[in-house]
Nanobody, 111 residues
């Protein structure tokens, strides 16, 4: 199993970023996938999930701002992040069923 995130960076408050997670080594369409984030000295927070049936989950703090999606033909998971806030600053990780994780991509929201 390999999960490789990309798309992080520095953005001003109110800006947008799209994270991607390229998956390989398993049948992507059969698995629930998601995004979590970690801030130094804080625990891991589950941000959003998308399930094999297409249903989605968002933690309250990102509802209406973040959109998770998947392209099963491309084995890729996405997280569109709009109206970003400084409190969204974290390392974002792609996950397969909470068992397998990518290396993370840094998102920094700052003016």
């Amino acid at each position: 199993v390999q999960l490789v995130e990309s798309g992080g960076g520095l953005v001003q408050p109110g800006g947008s970023l799209r994270l991607s997670c390229a998956a390989s080594g398993f049948t992507f369409s059969r698995y629930n996938m998601g995004w979590a984030r970690q801030v130094p000295e804080k625990g891991l927070e589950w941000v959003s999930g998308i399930y094999s049936d297409g249903s989605t989950y968002y933690t309250d703090s990102v509802k209406g701002r973040f959109t998770i999606s998947r392209d099963n033909a491309k084995n890729t998971l996405y997280l569109q992040m709009n109206s970003l806030k400084p409190e969204d600053t974290a390392v974002y990780y792609c996950a397969r069923e909470l068992n397998d994780w990518g290396q993370g991509t840094q998102v920094t929201v700052s003016s």
